[in-house]
């Protein structure tokens, strides 16, 4: 990308200045290159509106106020806060200011927030997306460059342009991209191309030293997996440089139901596995989005039986539903992109992948739209919740795992058939995903099996909920849904943990002595991503931080 060589001139440049002069991240209290703290303050808030906007995410289950919010006009403004932040830390063992990055602010439990820390509001740093169609000198591949500030939707919007799209998505696009790839980034595309942190090509990164990196598989390679689902633990993603597919004109979007669980998840696991003895990777027969949703057997019009077709009269009474259903049922979506002009073929095609599977015939639905149209699907959901205040206005107590195949059926007798009631107010996601199209070296965590269940329980608390469905006794629930994961050797996707054990149980020894190394090396004072509740800012865990590892 433009620009990125200058950066990389830059930080030699730089390495060469501390080399001579034997300082670390630009010396005590030195900011970016040519940003002095005076003008870094004036774009420091200390308002009331700034703090509390800070203060709330899409969860609205934790609060945690900081002392400010910065608003970055450029990299340097970054640069500049964490090195000023580290030679605070340095320079007085009692200072315990820290810094969270905030993207759009959809963490669920408090992740991109800081107590009395400063939060960055990632939005307002306009380095904006290039598209390269054909790569570069350096990359000659597709490939579209964002600022870690910008949201896909924008992503998607840029690339169409040139009819070229990223292979990997979430399912909702008003997500930045720094805070997805600090994640993962799933959805029905990824057991086919990995989540999103498996089809980045270079990051630019601050790192928790204020060092400005551009890093990638080749280059930097340890920082480059570390940031790679680490929890904005290691730096903070200001730049990603994302690989592109040709993007499909049209999809058939289809929906399929079914009334029993082992059908719904064995059709799931058949379908991904086709793409495994695909030659290439877009070879016929195979979806390119597959995902799996339970619903509760009822008339809701949000996450009952009326939600699933396309056009509600095709759907409109319980006499169409199986007499033998239970009190839950169960849905596949699919897609398949096409050329309009070569419809007859795909149609040709997703009849056959469609054969073996095991729906109730009567109960399939299609539509055909854009693909813009259908990777913004949940746009509209939150328009039409949003004109009801049921959407940013409501507590979001979600909670996503990864369950192993192995224990997906347990995981059905004892969560969805005994703690899921029938006003659960939110929708239910369980669909298989591939291990070998996940980085191992990547700090994201997840399963060992070759198949594994992504599993979101995306509950809201509706103000209209019956006697005794409150946030408390949602939290509750989730308290002991996560008890039973912990004995079916599930882990937690968007983690949460309060303790250094916990932690350490979910990385696994061996992964959370890397994940302390990296800590180590590219955050050793504990200023990034504080509300994590990775590395608390004691004495204690700091001088863990520095010992050597084992």
Known sequence: MVGWGGVREQEE???????????????????????????LVSRISFHHTAVDAAARDWGSVKRLAPAAVLYPESVDDIVSL??????????????????????????VNGQAQALDGIVIEMSTLALGIQVMPEGDADCPVAFVDAAGGELWIDVLKATLKHGLAPRSWTDYL????????????????????????????????????????????????????AVLGGLGQFGIITRARILLER????????????????????????????????????????????????????????????????????????????KDAGSLLYYIELAKGYDPNNIHAMEQEVEKMLAPLNYIPSLIFTADVSYFQFLNRVHDVELSLSSQGLWETLS????????????????DEQVFQQLICQDFSGPILVYPLNKHKWDKRASAVF??????????????????????????????????????????GCKQYLPTYNTPEQWEQHFGSDGWENF???????????????????????????????????
């Not at 440049?13 to 003008?39: A, F, I, N, P, Q």
């Not at 000023?84 to 905030?102: D, E, P």
């Not at 086919?192 to 030293?209: A, D, Y």
């Not at 909670?399 to 224990?407: D, F, G, K």
Request: glycine share 10%; net charge negative; charged share 20%.
């Open 247 to 322: 993007a499909p004109q049209q999809v058939r979007w289809i929906r399929a139901m079914y009334t029993d669980f082992q059908s719904f998840t064995r059709d799931q696991e058949m379908l991904i596995s086709t793409q495994k003895k695909a030659a290439v990777e877009d070879a016929a027969g195979t979806f390119d989005y597959v995902e799996g949703i339970v619903i509760i057997n009822n008339d809701n019009p949000y996450n009952g039986w009326k939600s699933v077709p396309f056009a509600p009269q095709e759907l409109n009474s319980s006499s169409m539903i199986p």
């Open 447 to 488: 399963p060992d099996e070759d198949v594994f269940y992504l599993v979101a329980l995306l509950r809201n608390a509706l103000p209209s909920a019956g006697p005794g469905v409150s946030l408390r006794s949602q939290i509750d629930d989730n308290s002991k849904i996560l008890s039973i994961c912990h004995h079916l």
């Open 396 to 411: 979001h107590p979600w909670i996503n795992l990864l369950v192993p195949r192995s224990a997906i059926s347990d995981f």
């Open 174 to 225: 008003y997500l930045s991209v720094g805070g997805t790839l600090s994640n993962a980034g799933v959805s029905g595309q990824t057991f086919r191309h990995g989540p999103q942190i498996s089809n980045v090509l270079q990051l630019e990164v601050v790192t928790g030293k204020g060092e400005l990196i551009i890093c990638s598989p080749s280059k930097q390679p340890d920082l480059f997996f």
């Open 82 to 107: 964490v090195r000023t932040t580290t030679a605070a830390r340095l320079s007085s063992s009692s200072s315990n200011l820290t810094v969270a990055a905030k993207g759009h602010g959809h963490s």
């Open 516 to 550: 302390v190394r990296r800590k180590q090396t590219f955050d050793p004072h504990a200023i990034l991503a504080p509300s994590q509740n990775i590395f608390q800012r004691d004495d204690q865990i700091l001088a863990q931080l520095r010992a050597p590892m084992r």
């Open 13 to 39: 440049e730089e390495e060469e200045e501390e080399e001579e002069g034997g300082g670390e991240g630009g010396g005590e209290g030195g900011g970016g290159d040519g940003v002095l703290w005076e003008d």
